[in-house]
Each structure stands twice: as structure tokens, then as C-alpha cells.
């Protein structure tokens, strides 16, 4: 059984970092664009960043661009979201997703649709 498993969610201040983790089991996803993808309160989910299968190519939603960092471990088949001078509107349960579909060796891929396994998400909540 497939699984993804996000954790290091927290409640943090605004100006504060946190690295979120996404851990896969059940099968390798180090040959597979992986991604984040947020959702906060009244609100649709969103693209926040994404990883080729290389790792040699990223892409951010330009809201966090210079702010947040994505990155894989393929030995530990984890994909980590570094996140740095949080705001409140950064607030949301945030999401991995894993493609399987053929690839390009640098694709990246912002659309929901594009992954077909997500995790259960982890809360991220930043007060003023």
C-alpha cells in the first residue's frame, strides 16, 4: 500500500520557519516529480511548490518564492518543504503529492490533477 506522510506542521509566529517532511512508503518515488499543494479554511487547494524526479528542477507559487524551499532525499524517499518567514496567510493544512505518470527528467507539474497519491496533510497555522 502506497502512502505518503506529511509531518512538522505546527503552530509558529509569524517571521518563524518550519520544514515539513513527506515521507513515501509501499513504493520508491525517487524517479517522480513530487510536489506541495495547500489548503486553508473556505478555500481551494493551491500549488505551492514542485520537484522534478531529477531534483534538478523546481517551481514555486510566486507568493512563496524566496521564501520557501523544496528539496528530496531519494535514499530516504522524502521530500521536505523548507519554509521561512511564515505569514498569516501561509496558514493551511498542506499536502504531498507524488506522481507516477511518465515524466521528464526535469518536469515539474503545478496542477492538482497532474499527482496521483497525496497524503492526509499536516496543519500549518502562523499567528500574526
Known amino acids: 500500500q502506497v502512502q505518503l506522510v506529511e509531518s512538522g506542521g505546527g503552530l509558529v509566529q509569524a517571521g518563524e520557519s518550519l520544514r515539513l517532511s513527506c515521507a513515501a512508503s509501499g513504493r520508491t518515488f525517487s524517479a517522480n516529480p513530487m510536489g506541495w499543494f495547500r489548503q486553508a479554511p473556505g478555500k481551494e487547494r493551491e500549488f505551492v511548490a514542485t520537484?522534478?524526479?531529477?531534483?534538478?528542477?523546481?517551481d514555486y507559487t510566486d507568493s512563496v518564492k524566496g521564501r520557501f524551499t523544496i528539496s528530496r532525499d531519494k535514499a530516504k524517499n522524502t521530500v521536505y518543504l523548507q519554509m521561512s518567514s511564515l505569514q498569516p496567510e501561509d496558514t493551511a493544512v498542506y499536502y504531498c503529492?507524488?506522481?507516477?505518470?511518465?515524466?521528464?527528467?526535469?518536469?515539474?507539474?503545478?496542477?492538482?490533477?497532474?499527482?496521483?497519491?497525496w497524503g492526509q496533510g499536516t496543519q500549518v497555522t502562523v499567528s500574526p
Open positions: 503529492a507524488a506522481r507516477s505518470y511518465v515524466s521528464g527528467y526535469t518536469s515539474t507539474f503545478s496542477r492538482a490533477r497532474e499527482y496521483n497519491y
Open positions: 520537484i522534478s524526479w531529477s531534483g534538478g528542477s523546481t
